[in-house]
């Protein structure tokens, strides 16, 4: 039965087969491997998930998990299967030439540190291109920057893992020196919406103030990446800085004037007071 379900097994299979905490009692680890076989068949089966460039990180996770609860004999075992499917998911994902995402760059990361020999990168020319072109796509729309700085977010996020895992690209690239355009955009904007509070509820005022904050520590990352225009991030840093104390101010103030919520004794008082008025008697008099 095992057997017959390792064959039949795709990643959540993998994933159960893997389980550090498996059984009845959730005492078992690696309730579906108790023989060389059942090794086998998951190996393969491994590879046929990584197959498909959506699964690919999801099983190097998987992998990489299982490799911190194995015993020494089961590691040996885990490792050959990893560094397999680190060549498979490079060789998947650059035909399927389809960006990746930076969660699928770190478990590929994560993955591959665990090997003697670190494996090549996966080629990320087109994911680069994809997330700059977003950022720009997003820089060019007329809406609120600091309301809305996902593509940002990624961006920044992309810079960092890639400076981490292989550095020479973003010197094949450019980095920073080409993104000097679209930094100096990128800075001109939140210059000039920093100072206009877009909502006027104290709600939405908390929430702008929070993602000026997001903003702001973003800045501070790509700062680090772009040591020579220190100064040009402080000034936007700054007015950030600004519109945050402005958005905690206006919040104080609508919290103040906004209506006070009934407390539980305010509609205690409140139906007592009703009750007082009610004539018991005259309710019943038909009666």
């Excluded at 700085?149 to 990624?154: F, N, P, V, Y």
């Excluded at 893992?161 to 973003?170: A, D, H, K, M, N």
């Excluded at 800075?187 to 005022?205: N, Q, T, V």
Aim: some cysteine; charged content about 30%; aromatic content about 6%.
């Amino acid at each position: 039965m095992r057997r017959q379900f390792l064959e039949s097994a795709g990643l959540d299979g993998v994933r159960l087969a893997l389980s550090a905490s498996g059984g009845a009692e959730g005492s078992r680890r690696f309730p579906l491997l108790a023989g060389e076989e059942e090794w086998r068949i998951m190996a393969s089966k491994c590879k046929a998930v990584a197959a498909n460039p959506a699964q690919a990180s999801s099983l190097l996770a998987i992998i990489a998990e299982a490799v911190s609860h194995a015993n020494s004999r089961e590691k040996k075992t885990l490792l050959a299967i990893l560094k397999t499917l680190c060549a498979l998911a490079v060789r998947i994902w650059n035909e399927a030439e389809a960006p990746l995402q930076v969660d699928e760059i770190e478990s590929f990361r994560d993955a591959s540190v665990l090997l003697s020999q670190l494996p090549p990168m996966p080629d990320l020319s087109n994911t680069w291109r994809t997330h700059l072109s977003e950022l720009r796509s997003r820089l060019e729309q007329d809406a609120s920057f600091i309301l809305d700085h996902d593509a940002l977010s990624d961006f920044v996020s992309l810079v960092e893992i890639i400076t981490e895992t292989e550095p020479r690209f973003l010197s094949q690239q450019g980095f920073p020196d080409r993104f000097s355009s679209d930094r100096d955009r990128l800075l001109r904007m939140i210059d000039k919406e920093a100072g206009i509070l877009w909502s006027d509820s104290y709600e939405g005022l908390k929430a702008e103030e929070h993602f000026a904050n997001e903003l702001k520590n973003l800045l501070r990352a790509l700062k680090r990446h772009d040591p020579s225009h220190t100064s040009l991030y402080d000034g936007a840093i700054v007015s950030l800085e600004t519109h945050e104390h402005m958005c905690e101010q206006q919040a104080t103030i609508e919290a103040k004037d906004a209506p006070r919520e009934p407390e539980d004794e305010d509609w205690e008082r409140v139906a007592s007071e009703e009750g007082d008025r009610i004539d018991v008697e005259a309710l019943f008099a038909d009666l």
